[in-house]
């Protein structure tokens, strides 16, 4: 199975910036649509960014506009680029591997103080 595994989270105060990454265990990575998840506590969990095999990105409204998602095939790894974090932000974050199967990492917390 597809291991992965999360880095990069912690506490940020309001309007700072946090870069997330992903590293995938699978050589076969590229033939993987790559996503960023979050959950509060209480909350359901949401669709952050999505990135295609092709390089096709999409983002949900929540944090549109401020945050990038990339891929570098060569390292097995997707990253999210975060900017001008809001306290309601604040929320575990997870990596999602989807193809046939779906895989998660074991998530990152990012913490945003106001």
């Known amino acids: 199975q597809v291991q992965l595994v999360e880095s990069g989270g912690g506490l940020v105060q309001a309007g700072g910036s946090l870069r997330l990454s992903c590293a995938a265990s699978?050589?076969?990575?590229?033939?993987?649509?790559m996503n960023w998840y979050r959950q509060a506590p209480g909350k359901q969990r949401e669709l952050v960014a999505g990135i295609t095999t092709g390089g096709r990105t999409n983002y949900a409204d929540p944090m549109k506009g401020r945050c990038t998602i990339s891929r570098d095939n060569a390292k097995n790894t997707v990253y999210l680029e975060m900017n001008n974090l809001k306290p309601e932000d604040t929320a575990v974050y997870y990596c999602n591997a989807k193809s046939r199967n779906d895989y998660w990492g074991q998530g990152t917390q990012v913490t945003v103080s106001s």
């Open positions: 699978t050589i076969m990575f590229s033939i993987y649509h």
